[in-house]
Structure formats: structure tokens, C-alpha cells
């Protein structure tokens, strides 16, 4: 068994086809098969079912892929500390969650950068679960989120705080109206999906009224806030989002913001607690930290 094919089993494991895992490995398609082929008939265990053009994992290959994760994550480790002795450094990867990653981090990143020109700073996009997924499998080095995170393997230090508005269209006729009880289910609802940071802020709201999203009426789900807030100003709905994100939309009278006590939503910084942290990702971190609100949100 080899790092490669340990590579190749995970990489088709999370895409689930064998095509797109090897353009993302830059290999051709047989060499992939050939991997797995070989690391079946090795130890002479099923690790896919082949369902015409796609492939899912078996249950050996369920149990198999946290400890090939693992390998790798121990692997990749091993190569960072090495990288460091030699006085090497890596591109260092950043997995951040949407609204962080378009307003909070860009001048952040900017500036620390310009202090150390011979650094590479990768930065990886998702919602909230995506990064928290992203940092416990060791595909990024330090993670930035919005909503909250579950796993016990992370360590989590508060960074910003963001204020959240309830947004409609400028001409909505909806009754969402500073001057009428406001009544979270009359209103249609665009929302972000499931593991977003955003979404939660939704969840929240309908929480304090002793409601689940599936109390309210839903009229779209969207995977990004520049979506969200291009369908409320053509009328879609309401939504409850980042200031960030709308504010010049409210500006220019795009949309209308309704008054609503929101309350705060946390920006956090996310790292593994065992993972290697070289000095540079640790230099980051530290600077990170340093350039953090420690003012909450009104």
C-alpha cells in the first residue's frame, strides 16, 4: 500500500467518480482504476460498488477511508516538519466560509502577505460545515466561520462579531413593515443551504419564536449570498444576512431593511488541536488574533 493509492482511494471516495477524481489528481482515468484495482485485489476486499457511471463506497470502505484520511493528515505533517527544518515553507491553505472570506479576511490576508512576499496564501471557500470538514481532514491549515462547529477534534477562538439585517426588495408589498407586528410565518423566506453560517441566523430567529424552518414557508434555497441578495431585490422574499453583504444594495434603495432585534453572529477561527502548526501558519494565526474585534456588534 502506497501514499499515492491512498490518495487516489480518498479522492474517489469524496467525489465519487472516477473522472472527476482524476482531473482533480491530474492523472489519467486508468491510472486511477489501476490504483484502486490493485488495492482490492491486494488485500482482496471490496472497497466500491460500480452503479453504471458512478461508484460509492462499500462498508469496508467506509470503515477503510478515516484511517486513509488519517495516514495522509499524518503524512502531510511529516512533510511540513521537514519543510521547516530545511527552512522551506509551503503554500499555507485557508478554508473560509463566505461572508468572512468576500469582507472580513481579503485586507487581513493583504497586509500580512505584503509583510511576508515569499508566502503563498491559498484560500479555500465554503460554508460553515464545509470548513469545519475541511480543517479536521487537514485539508486547510486554519479555518474562518460564521456559524457554529461540532467537532470536538477543533479548538475555537472568537475573532469579529457580524451584524445580521432582515432585508426585502425597496417595492416589496409584503406586510414585513416597520408599522405592522412583525409574524415570522407570514413571510416567504430565501435562505442559504444546509451547513451555512447564514442560514443559522434563520434558524435563530425562528428558534426565539419557538419555530423550525419547517414551520416557515421556504421559497428558495440558494448556495451563495450574492444569489440571496440578487433574488430579494427582484422580489423573491425576505431573508436575514450579513449587513456585508446588502449594505450597498440598502444604500442605493434596492433594498429595504426592516428593523428587527438580531442578535450578533460570531466570526471564529477554527483549528485542529493535534495538527502541526509551523511557524508560519503559527505567525498567521497570531496575526489573525491580533487584528480581531473584541467589540460585539450592537
Do not use: C
Amino acid at each position: 500500500m502506497t501514499l499515492d493509492q491512498l490518495k487516489i482511494f480518498v479522492e474517489v471516495a469524496e467525489m465519487r467518480h472516477v473522472t472527476k477524481a482524476a482531473k482533480a489528481l491530474g492523472l489519467s482515468q486508468s491510472a486511477i482504476s489501476s490504483a484502486i484495482i490493485s488495492l482490492e485485489s491486494k488485500y482482496e476486499i471490496r472497497l466500491f460498488d460500480r452503479v453504471g457511471r458512478r461508484i460509492r463506497l462499500t462498508e469496508n470502505g467506509k470503515i477503510f477511508l478515516p484511517e486513509a484520511r488519517a495516514v495522509l493528515n499524518r503524512a502531510n505533517m511529516a512533510k511540513s516538519i521537514l519543510q521547516d527544518l530545511a527552512g522551506h515553507h509551503g503554500p499555507v491553505a485557508i478554508g473560509a466560509s463566505q461572508t468572512i472570506a468576500a469582507h472580513w479576511l481579503p485586507r487581513r490576508l493583504a497586509t500580512f502577505q505584503a509583510a511576508n512576499p515569499r508566502l503563498r496564501l491559498d484560500v479555500v471557500i465554503g460554508n460553515t460545515q464545509d470548513i469545519e470538514t475541511a480543517v479536521v481532514e487537514g485539508k486547510v491549515n486554519v479555518g474562518l466561520v460564521e456559524g457554529p462547529t461540532q467537532s470536538p477534534a477543533l479548538e475555537r477562538q472568537h475573532i469579529d462579531y457580524d451584524k445580521l439585517v432582515l432585508v426585502v426588495a425597496a417595492d416589496d408589498p409584503s406586510p414585513v413593515s416597520p408599522s405592522k407586528k412583525f409574524d415570522i410565518k407570514s413571510i416567504n423566506w430565501v435562505i442559504r443551504e444546509t451547513g451555512s453560517g447564514t442560514r443559522r441566523g434563520i434558524e435563530d430567529l425562528a428558534a426565539l419564536e419557538g419555530l423550525t424552518l419547517d414551520d416557515l414557508s421556504i421559497s428558495l434555497v440558494l448556495p451563495s449570498n450574492e444569489a440571496i441578495r440578487e433574488a430579494i431585490e427582484a422580489g423573491a422574499g425576505a431573508t436575514i444576512i450579513s449587513r456585508h453583504v446588502v449594505a450597498s444594495a440598502i444604500e442605493h434603495g434596492r433594498l429595504r431593511e426592516i428593523p428587527v432585534n438580531l442578535p450578533a453572529r460570531e466570526y471564529a477561527l477554527v483549528l485542529h488541536r493535534e495538527h502541526y502548526k509551523s511557524p508560519v501558519v503559527r505567525d498567521l494565526i497570531d496575526y489573525l488574533l491580533d487584528n480581531a474585534s473584541v467589540t460585539k456588534a450592537s
